[in-house]
């Protein structure tokens, strides 16, 4: 599967911005889904997840409450709905999937977008 995140921009603390990750292939089905992202200068890190059928999601705690993971099936389509955003939200956000393997573990994820970045001035 081949993934092509959207949707980062400028935003200023407290607003919302959502994201996309567009799936090509077939097999979207087979996948859970996730959000990562990477601020300047520090690791990856988990930010949300959605399993295949979309009955189950996770969260990192940083995010929790303020971001909404979803998908749909039929467009192929996650998307990362960000509310009250804080400066420190900016990073470069991928979108990944998974077969098997534990959801905030970044080394299960066998497909990776190309990022898209979102910044969040104070």
């Known amino acids: 599967v081949q993934l092509q995140a959207s949707g980062g921009g400028v935003v200023q603390a407290g607003d919302s911005l959502g994201l996309s990750c567009a799936a090509s292939?077939?097999?979207?089905?087979?996948?859970?889904m996730a959000w990562f992202r990477q601020a300047p200068g520090k690791g990856r890190e988990f930010v949300a997840a959605i399993s295949r059928g979309g009955s189950s999601t996770y969260y990192a705690d940083s995010v929790k409450g303020r971001f909404t993971v979803s998908r749909d099936t039929a467009k192929r389509t996650v998307y990362l709905q960000m509310n009250s955003l804080k400066p420190e939200d900016t990073a470069v956000y991928y979108c990944a999937a998974r077969q098997s393997g534990g959801y905030y573990v970044e080394r299960e994820y066998d497909h990776w977008g190309q990022g898209t970045l979102v910044t969040v001035s104070s």
């Open positions: 292939g077939r097999t979207f089905n087979n996948y859970g």
